[in-house]
């Protein structure tokens, strides 16, 4: 018997097998050692590419062959297989014999929508077509399914799948199909591979991003929840000094009242109890005085303790500051604050430190000494006094539920609410003062706690922004540009349609299977550049897309660009009409205008509900279809606000003022809106003549700091100029929401609209 695991290593001197390629031949199937079939391919094809051909000497497929064939699809169900016919070729064929082989190859291609390479030459040998319906019913080739074309770049994923399907070569004389076939499984698995690095590459920046949104909360917010903690508990400890020391007459109140109501229950209470510290004769008499004496401190006690739990209870329900719904905030924020710190384990916490001022009310001990009138203490101490002596005429006492009742009842009714009233306000004064100072104490450690911990949060913040994050989005780009690279190819560049300050935009007719497009060229010249592009790249891409967002649909590394010294970026995006710049020269109407100022908004509104700040809006970066409808483009300025760094990005004439000091949030756009809003409304492209006396930006600068702005013109309707006003606004946060400015413009839209369809309008120019 063969031994079907020996592998015997061949060396041929053929130019196929450079640059290490290798040739496996694996015995032939036989079904009683099918192991072995396997262990020969999983042991030849380890940490190798494989590309599978199948030579196939008979017009029809042995059931060796077939079994053969299903093997090797479980084995690899993924993997395409370029099936090698070598019969007779088609030129020994007469010429009548090659005319029918090609109607039959017609009714093959209509019948069944597989068109491998084979077919479009119209010249397999129809002998053949069994074979072909083999391979089909084992299920390499699909006959009968639908073969979807090639995902068209509106609807594909940036970085997608790149499939290679099996096909059949009839003839030893086609073997240059072998180099097409090779070709596209190694590009497969370049797609494959470069889609799994852009998987991960996305899911690391996605998860950057947050944590950076996350860190820019926890900074803002940590130091507003200290104050927020402090100033609550100052107002709370405030009140309960004012209740403690200034309601003495109301506490005094709630005291009598409760006596009274509560008078009959603590007489029985006290009738019921069991002593602890007495033992007791069958008859409930004790001969020795220290035990009576045991026994009516016991049965004061009880009374004072039900007592003063009853006061508790009263007083916290009339004081509004002791109730836990008062406090609720309160007790979250520093449990949120304190989830994170562990360095005070062994002291008070400020979440206990408030607890304990609530429960100060519980808290209070009441004693006879200092709830009796003065007269009854000095009775009380004289009788115990007396009790000390063994009298010898002194009677053995029956402490009974009557004897229990008169001591629970002399004990009531030498109770001085007044004294009372005062012992309980001091106690509790004292209490509460004591816990505030132990609060201040556990926020003092909290905030030196945070302290720290928020300048090393600010630090991972900025390693993120400035360097994690733009190193990761240049993989990324790089990853995804070479799937699409593969998919695609590179795209062919028209004429210049446009120039900017990063880059030069071409007309490309079809790229990806839509068109026409437009391709940006940018040849970043450093790193920071670079950084800048592939966070651009990242932003577009991973948004949804919008009706207002120009779809930025793929990207190409051009690594032959100026020699290889300095590679291009090329990016491929929806080409329009034209910009809003050329659109104004031209002429719109006032309708039109106002529509695009609302599509301007929609966008701008998008945007920021994905937590994107557009930062360069202006009349070129508004695009118009051939319906003068509005989409924003040019995010390369578009940064989250967790992400925002203060740097000074934008147009002079439509940055606001804030951004000059690198402090700012989204509202910079509803600013910039506000300027590009004015020119919609002018109809002209002319600059504002109060920014025509500036000879540089600098000056500028200076001129909108202190409050410079564009004139209002005749032609301007009242609303709009009060609209421009408020976006101008020098104070962001007198800025509108868009969620305002986008109602307001629809409103003025049907205005106007109503008055033209009347005839009855003012012409806007």
Known sequence: MADYSTIVDIEICHPLFKDNVQLLVPPDFDGLHSGAFREVLSKGLEKVLPVFLYAVGEESLTDQHIHELRELKQLFPELPVLFICTSASPQELTESEQHQLQESCLFLQEESCYTPQCLHCGDVDRSLLGLIQQLDRIGYLHLEETVSEEPSMTTR?????????????????????????????????????????????????????????????????????????????ADLYKSLMVVASEKQKEITHLIEVTLQ???????????????????????????????????????????????????????????????????????????????NCYEQEGSLSASDAVKQILSAAYNIKLTTSSSSSFLHTCLERLRNLLLTFQLPWAATRCLDVAWKKRVATEMLDSLSAA???????????????????????????????????????????????KYHTPRLARLALESTSMCDMIRYGMPVQGKEIGRGQYGVVFSCESWGGTGPCAVKSVVPPDDKHWNDLAMEFYYTRTIPEHKRIVKLRGSVVDHTYGGGCTPAVLLVMDRL????????????????????????????????SQGLVHRDIKLKNVLLDCDNRAKLTDLGFCIPEAMMSGSIVGTPVHMAPELLSGHYDSSVDIYAFGILFWYICAGHVKLPLKFEQFQNKEQLWIGVKKGTRPERLKCFDEQCWLLMEECWAAEPIRRPLLGYVLPLLLSIKAEYAVKFSQGNFVLVH
Not at 579 to 586: A, P, Q
């Open 157 to 233: 994923p940036c970085c997608g799948q790149f499939s290679v399907g099996s096909d059949f070569v009839d003839g030893l004389h086609k073997l240059d199909q072998v180099l097409f076939f090779v070709r596209d499984c190694l590009q497969s698995h370049l797609v494959q591979v470069s889609s799994i690095l852009n998987d991960i590459h996305s899911e690391c920046l996605r998860r950057f991003i947050l944590s950076a949104f996350d860190m820019a909360r926890e900074i803002q917010i940590t130091p507003r929840r200290i104050h927020y903690a402090q100033e609550k508990e």
């Open 261 to 339: 109501n509560m008078r009959e229950d603590l007489i029985e209470i006290a009738a019921a109890y069991q002593y602890h510290g007495v033992t007791l004769l069958d008859s409930e008499v004790v001969e020795s005085p220290q035990d009576v004496a045991v026994a009516t401190s016991e049965i004061q006690h009880l009374v004072l303790t039900r007592l003063s739990c009853a006061v508790a209870n009263e007083l916290v329900q009339s004081v509004a500051c002791l109730q836990d719904t008062f406090i609720g905030t309160l007790q979250r924020c520093l449990e949120s604050l304190e989830k």
């Open 419 to 465: 004294r009372l009233a005062k012992n309980i306000s001091a106690q509790f004064r004292d209490r509460v003062r004591a816990s505030h100072e132990s609060f201040q104490s556990a926020l003092r450690s909290l905030e030196n706690h945070y302290s720290g911990r928020l300048e090393r949060t600010e630090e991972q913040r900025i390693a993120i922004r």
């Open 577 to 608: 009409s034209r910009d809003l710049y050329s659109g104004l020269r031209t002429g719109l109407k006032w309708l039109v205008r106002l529509q695009i100022a609302i599509d301007v908004v929609e966008g701008i509104r998008y945007l920021h």
